[in-house]
């Protein structure tokens, strides 16, 4: 058997592999929760679209010493 006829020989329908960003097709970084699957990117650039809003930015308040 060569190479080619082995490689991709079984369809990929569990693990990374078969997982993709729905908007880029990227397979690296994917927030697969509430069924979003949109790479970390993509969700960035469409999470006002989609409807998240940023409740806590980090900040929690002024530190005083």
């Not at 908007?23 to 409807?51: M, P, W």
Request: aromatic share 10%; with cysteine; proline share 2%.
């Amino acid at each position: 058997m060569s190479h080619e006829s082995v490689w991709n020989s079984r369809p990929r329908t569990y693990g990374k592999g078969a997982r993709a960003c729905r908007v880029c097709t990227h397979k690296a970084g994917l927030i697969r929760k509430y069924g979003l699957n949109i790479c970390r990117q993509c969700f960035r650039e469409k999470a006002s679209d989609i409807g998240f809003v940023k409740v806590c930015d980090g900040w929690i308040g002024t530190l005083e010493l």
